[in-house]
């Protein structure tokens, strides 16, 4: 256990519907990132959240979003879906602005039908 | 854009034997760090390096960070079963762009 808890474990929904996936860090850890996996892609940062604020943007497409709330859990919302948009989406924390520090979740498993 | 390449993509050996996997770029990294996946899992944290030359020791794997902080290396010796994974180098600039390599996936067969 990494102590990064990530829920839910498998989502199966159709496209165009919107999702939410959730990230709870590891104690102490200020910083929250998100990761897209998928086989074609390999791993791509997606977004930085520290403590409440947003730090950093990578490759996230306008139709997702994440926050990252008082208690530093986060969540990231995946509107619109495709049938591109089935990966593995992981989670890491961290306790500074450094991601290479950053400790992963088990990840959530997209599936868009 | 930053970019990491590894090689090989895939590699198959037999138990005993020994390995390096490559992490390549042409822009230089403030740091490198590997990590190794197993499937259903998130990637694990072996090593970072940030010193050109650098190298690290975890058991049986030896990382190097070249001299110029573009590029590093894996070695494995002794291969076990329990090395199966995916290896994945990673890297950060001086800014905000942190990114992964596509991996190398290596089975050990017993």
């Known amino acids: 256990d990494s102590g990064v808890t990530q829920t839910p474990k498998h989502l199966i929904t159709a496209t165009g519907q919107r999702v939410t996936l959730r990230c709870s860090p590891r104690s102490g850890d200020l910083s929250v990132y998100w990761y897209q996996q998928s086989l074609d892609q390999g791993l791509q940062f997606l977004i930085q959240y520290y403590n409440g604020e947003e730090r950093a943007k990578g490759n996230i497409l306008e139709r997702f979003s994440a926050q990252q709330f008082p208690d530093l859990h986060s969540e990231l919302n995946l509107s619109s879906l495709e049938l591109g948009d089935s990966a593995l989406y992981f989670c890491?924390?961290?306790?500074?602005?450094?991601?290479?520090?950053?400790?992963f979740g088990s990840g959530t498993r997209l599936t868009v039908v | 854009t930053q970019l990491l390449e590894q090689s090989p993509q895939f590699l198959s050996i037999q138990e005993g034997e020994n390995l390096t996997v490559y992490c390549n770029s042409s822009?230089?990294?403030?740091?490198l760090q590997w990590y190794r996946q197993e499937p259903g899992e998130g990637p694990v944290l072996l090593v970072t390096?940030?010193?050109?030359?650098e190298v690290k020791k975890l058991k049986r794997l030896t990382f190097q960070f070249g001299d110029a902080r573009k590029d590093s290396s894996l070695h494995i010796t002794a291969a076990q079963p329990g090395d199966t994974g995916l290896y994945l180098c990673?890297?950060?600039?001086?800014?905000?762009?942190?990114?992964f390599g596509p991996g190398t996936r290596l089975s050990v067969l017993p």
């Open positions: 990673a890297g950060g600039d001086y800014g905000q762009n942190f990114v």
């Open positions: 390096v940030v010193t050109g030359g």
């Open positions: 822009s230089v990294f403030s740091s």
């Open positions: 890491a924390s961290s306790p500074t602005i450094n991601p290479g520090l950053g400790t």
